[in-house]
């Protein structure tokens, strides 16, 4: 691909971004592998998935029953998953926003460290868009310098490329809305 074409579907944003080394498990398996909760509280997390699986085994019988009640459930699960995406910005390890240069396949953001080609991350961003939040696991395919680049705009000392390995195909489509989304908005 000529890079005028690779240019078209990329966008530089900030954006916030959580990113953390992933273990050999999930790299082999393709997937994220959550830490169990370390108390047997039935946590807010807990409480907002619980709910969510409540609404998703109702829907097909409200949709059946009455369309305005399927509408108001609807309503009430976006309206949790806002509230989990708010939690997990607030609670979670999400930078500020920060520089990065996305596409479809992969980006390029700041990093305190220097990583080489056989590490392997699991990154969250989230889409300001929409405010949902894609996980994806990712290998890093170069590191270098930010100072050997005076176009880019991080207050981190290294620039680190990843391509995109694995993520949901839910996932997959919202990051391709939000690239198309930014491109007609630019």
């Not at 029953?65 to 309206?79: D, G, H, P, W």
């Not at 680049?149 to 680190?160: C, K, R």
């Not at 490329?161 to 839910?170: G, M, T």
Request: proline share 3%.
């Amino acid at each position: 691909m000529t890079e005028n074409k690779r240019a078209a579907f990329r966008i530089q944003n900030p954006m916030q971004i959580s990113y953390e080394l992933a273990s050999q498990n999930e790299i082999d398996s393709g997937n994220f592998l959550y830490d169990e909760p370390e108390s047997d509280d039935f946590s807010y997390e807990q409480q907002i998935s619980h709910f969510k699986h409540m609404i998703q085994q109702l829907e097909p019988q409200l949709a059946l029953q009455n369309k305005a009640l399927q509408n108001y459930f609807y309503v009430i699960e976006q309206r949790i998953e806002l509230l989990e995406t708010l939690f997990l910005v607030e609670h979670g390890n999400f930078s500020n926003p920060q520089a990065l240069d996305i596409s479809e396949t992969g980006m390029a953001f700041g990093t305190s460290e220097r990583y080489d080609n056989t590490t392997w991350f699991k990154i969250s961003l989230l889409l300001p868009t929409n405010m949902k939040i894609i996980n994806i696991l990712s290998q890093v395919v170069n590191c270098r310098d930010a100072t050997e680049d005076t176009n880019l705009a991080t207050e981190y000392p290294f620039w680190t490329a990843v391509k995109f390995v694995h993520f949901e195909q839910q996932h997959q489509r919202q990051l391709t809305q939000f690239l198309l989304h930014q491109q007609v908005k630019n």
